[in-house]
């Protein structure tokens, strides 16, 4: 796979290096015969023997039996059991259970909860047999969440339904994995949090986190489930020898999956600087409709840290060390995310919520195919990124860009963005340049009515087959081959970009204040584009005196 991006690629002598990680990881485990009715009968019989005990008396039981087991599992063994209430953060609970000690493995926490669970209900037919159905909604059972270091993939945590078939969810973390196997082939590195901030040798951890997102990794993911579900989860439910009598065995599917790039850059205000103004440039572009900033209590070092004897730096929500500025991009169960972490890192990162968005399986197989789609969206995103940031104009695309075109033998009128609507669906093609598979013409006129307020009869799916005609003549987007969905162009997002900055931070502006006198106090830290404005407005007043326009 093509690890390389155009925004990387751009600020790459501010970098130290970058690499790629796929995060967090979380995947189903479920018994396939016990996903209906049908199967959980012959299940049953494979147990029992017979189905005289299948009711619903006896289900409940087996899960009332497997919450005993875990109490008095946790009383044997000296394993901490906390009952959770409703919103509190679990996550946090565990990182303050965690063990000191970097050598232990094993299970080392137990958290009880209430969660949506399958319950089914069993009632007799006419002729005595059960029925079976799920309880709908699904009604809040037990689960229990077991925490659990591993020696490959640090913490673990596997959460399973006490009530049969014991559906169960398993978390893993990228980063541990890669981490753990860095410090074995003598990589120094300084994890904070889920991140890497100080790398001794880059371009190896790099190589070390591609391994991954290969096939191979879904041999080694199977490996770690097997090795804890069973004989420390399950067991507790089903004995062994009635696991392989009744032939229970779990199948894996991804439920959730992250994937991030992160640069490394050399100096936290280069960071500071350059991320502070990409969001300055893209934030209209991209219709960001909310940026968070977390304000912390330090700036960013100027000097570049190695990493040796320094202090570590630690975020929190409630108080980072650094300004923690997030801004994140959603379609539908896909998140496309970028913030700073620590000093010196900018992390760039896709999220599926839920892997079936994504559109290519989600059984463990699928496993490589899933983090390559993600990983193509977290590239598309940065050569968006760099185009927007960095846009670029011939001399000659201010003249050409409103004379026509042609698309096959359709002759179409040019792109004129003194326009409103051409200007509008200009920069719904830009906001929807990030979409996952590229944007469709309803896509495109949703867009614009959400960005304009339209209603459908001023904008609808004809107004936007027309201008994305127009729009496709001057090389913005291109078709995708046997599809109507369409992408963009580089240079041609770069031009557009470039000519709505030109008219919206430059030309409208400056002519606006230029017959306007100075009002109000000015700013008490005004930023180095209030300087270049006060200066632009001066100058355009005398050459407006001199050429004799009324201003």
Request: positive net charge; contains cysteine.
């Amino acid at each position: 796979m093509d690890r390389t991006d155009e925004f990387s690629d751009y600020y790459a002598d501010l970098l130290d290096g970058t690499y790629d990680c796929v995060d967090r990881i979380v995947l189903n485990a479920y018994f396939s015969l016990g996903c209906t009715g049908g199967g959980m009968r012959m299940w049953w019989i494979r147990l029992h023997g017979s189905e005289a005990r299948l009711d619903t008396t006896h289900l409940m039981r087996m899960a009332g039996n497997f919450s005993r087991r875990v109490q008095a599992f946790a009383a044997a063994h000296k394993v901490p059991l906390i009952f959770c209430k409703r919103g509190e953060r679990k996550h946090e609970l565990a990182v303050q259970y965690r063990p000191t000690d970097s050598n232990f493995t094993g299970l080392f926490l137990i958290l009880g909860s209430r969660a949506p669970g399958a319950r089914w209900q069993v009632s007799r037919m006419k002729t005595g047999s059960p029925h079976l159905q799920r309880a709908r909604p699904w009604p809040y059972v037990r689960h229990f969440t077991f925490h659990i270091i591993d020696r490959q993939w640090g913490h673990v945590a596997i959460k399973i339904s006490a009530h049969p078939p014991f559906g169960a969810q398993i978390a893993l973390n990228g980063h541990d994995w890669v981490e753990r196997l860095a410090r074995t082939r003598g990589i120094e590195l300084t994890k904070e949090e889920n991140c890497f901030t100080d790398i001794a040798d880059a371009q190896a951890l790099a190589q070390i986190a591609e391994a991954l997102d290969s096939p191979e990794s879904i041999e080694q993911l199977a490996e770690v489930c097997d090795r804890w579900i069973y004989s420390t989860c399950l067991c507790l439910a089903l004995r062994s020898d009635d696991q392989e009598r009744s032939g229970f065995r779990y199948t894996y599917s991804v439920y959730q999956l992250e994937y991030s790039r992160n640069l490394l850059f050399q100096r936290g205000r280069d960071l500071d600087r350059i991320y502070q103004g990409l969001i300055d440039r893209t934030r209209r572009c991209l219709d960001l409709k909310t940026v968070k900033t977390l304000f912390g209590c330090r700036r960013r070092p100027t000097l570049r840290r190695n990493g040796k004897g320094g202090v570590r730096f630690h975020i929190t929500v409630e108080r980072p060390t650094y300004d923690l500025t997030v801004w994140k991009i959603h379609f539908k169960r896909l998140t496309l995310k970028i913030y700073d972490k620590g000093a010196r890192v900018l992390r760039i990162e896709a999220i599926a919520h839920n892997t079936k968005d994504l559109r290519c399986g989600t059984l463990l197989g699928q496993f490589a195919v899933l983090v390559k789609r993600l990983a193509a969206m977290v590239y598309r995103f940065l050569n968006v990124l760099h185009c927007v940031d960095a846009a670029f104009l011939d001399a000659g695309d201010l003249d050409a860009l409103p004379t026509p075109s042609r698309v096959g033998q359709r002759r179409l009128a040019g792109v004129d963005l003194d326009k409103p609507r051409m200007r509008a669906a200009v920069e719904a093609v830009i906001a929807l340049s990030v979409q996952p598979g590229g944007f469709c013409v309803a896509d495109l006129a949703a867009k614009v009515r959400l960005m304009t307020g339209w209603n459908e009869r001023e904008y609808g799916n004809r107004q936007a087959s027309y201008d994305l005609q127009k729009i496709r003549g001057k090389q913005i987007v291109e078709r995708l081959s046997h599809s109507r969905r369409y992408v963009h162009n580089a240079k041609g997002l770069q031009t557009v970009c470039a000519l709505l900055t030109l008219r919206e931070k430059v030309i409208k502006p400056v002519v606006t204040s230029v017959g306007q006198s100075r009002r109000g106090k000015r700013p008490p830290r005004p930023g180095t584009i209030d300087h270049h404005y006060e200066n632009l407005r001066k100058e355009m007043r005398c050459t407006f005196k001199t050429l004799g326009i009324a201003a």
